[in-house]
Nanobody
Framework: VQLQASGGGLVQAGGFLRLSCAAS????????MGWYRQAPGKQRESVAEINSGGITNYADSVKGRFTISRDNAKNTVDLQMNSLKPEDTAVYYC???????????????WGQGTLVTVSS
């Protein structure tokens, strides 16, 4: 199983970016999907999560600015980031809990990370 993230880049404060992540390989079903980020010198933190039913959860720091969505048919998860701030600068990682078969066991997989830089 692979998760391929894309969409990072350099943007000015107040701007927007859209991150995308596609899962491929041996996939029976995907449970939760999410985006995490890690800024220089800081621990990785959860940004947004979405479960298989579409219920979302956001970090307080991004509520009202970021929107997570998923396409279960395409095994993708997107993160629309609006009103970006310099403190949003980080490497963003997608994450998914993937079931390989009809068993209830799922396995966490990570994408390779995509850099988002917000200039002031």
């Amino acid at each position: 199983v692979q998760l391929q993230a894309s969409g990072g880049g350099l943007v000015q404060a107040g701007g927007f970016l859209r991150l995308s992540c596609a899962a491929s390989g041996r996939i029976f079903r995907i449970n939760e999907m999410g985006w995490y980020r890690q800024a220089p010198g800081k621990q990785r933190e959860s940004v947004a999560e979405i479960n298989s039913g579409g219920i979302t959860n956001y970090a307080d720091s991004v509520k009202g600015r970021f929107t997570i969505s998923r396409d279960n048919a395409k095994n993708t998860v997107d993160l629309q980031m609006n009103s970006l701030k310099p403190e949003d600068t980080a490497v963003y990682y997608c994450n998914a809990g993937i079931r390989y078969d009809a068993s209830v066991v799922s396995y966490k997989h990570w994408g390779q990370g995509t850099l988002v830089t917000v200039s002031s």
